[in-house]
C-alpha cells in the first residue's frame, strides 16, 4: 500500500489567532535525489519545498517556521493596512502545485517585507523563489531573485557579523556571487571561509574549495583575468 506523501498540521495564526491547517510533506518521503551548491534540492515525488510556506485561509497572514510567532501593534496595523484588508479567502492547506507554490511564497515575502521580519527570513525566501524559477528553466527570473536574495544575505552578514556559525552564510554570498556573474567577488568571500582560522565547518570549507576550482575554471574559460590568490605558481 503506497504511503500518501502529506500529512496535515494544525496551527494558529500571528495575526488573527484563528486555527487553521496546512499540508506538510512526511519526513520519511523527504529523500532529494540531487541537490544544487547553493543547496536548492529535487525531489522524485512531492518536493517539500512547496510547503515551507503556511497561509492563515481567514485573514491571509503568511509565514514559515522561522517567522515570528507574535506581531507587535505596529506589525498588525501594517498587515491590516497592507494586505489584510485586501485578503480574498481562499485555502493553500492542501496539495500545491509549483504555480501555487510560487503564489504562497511572494505572499510571504511579501507579508514579511510588509512587517519588517528578520532579515535572514527575507533572504532565504527570495532564495526559495529563485529555485523555484530554476525548476522551471526560467532563467531570467531565477537570476533576478538570486540577486535579491544574495543583496538580503549581505544585510544579514553586515547585522550579524563575522562567528563560526555564520560559515554557511558566507559560503552562500559567494556562491550567488558567482552564481550572478560577480567572480571576483566570489573569490572574496570564498576566501573569508577557506582562511577564518575560527571557521570549522569542515562541510562549508569543502564546498567553498570545490567551488573555488569550478570559479577557476570559468574565469579561465572566459579569459578574465585570474586574481593573484587564484595564479598558480610559475
Known sequence: M???PLYTIKLNCAYCSEEYQTSRVRPSLKKAVRTDSDFCCYYKNENPDYYVVRICP???????EHSADQLNDAQRAQFAEKIGGRWEKRNYGGQR???TALETYKLALLCAQTIGEKERVIA???HHIAWLYRYEAME????????????????VYELEGVGPNNAKLLYLIGELHRRTGNFHEAVR??????NDKSIIDAAIIRACREQWTVLREQMVAKNLGLPEEMREPS
Open 189 to 194: 568571500w570564498y576566501s573569508r571561509v577557506i
Open 140 to 155: 531570467k527570473e531565477e537570476l533576478r531573485f538570486l540577486s535579491f536574495s544574495l543583496e538580503s544575505y549581505i544585510k
Open 97 to 99: 502545485t509549483w504555480k
Open 124 to 126: 532565504s525566501l527570495l
Open 2 to 4: 503506497e504511503i500518501e
Open 58 to 64: 481567514h485573514c491571509g497572514f503568511a509565514s514559515t
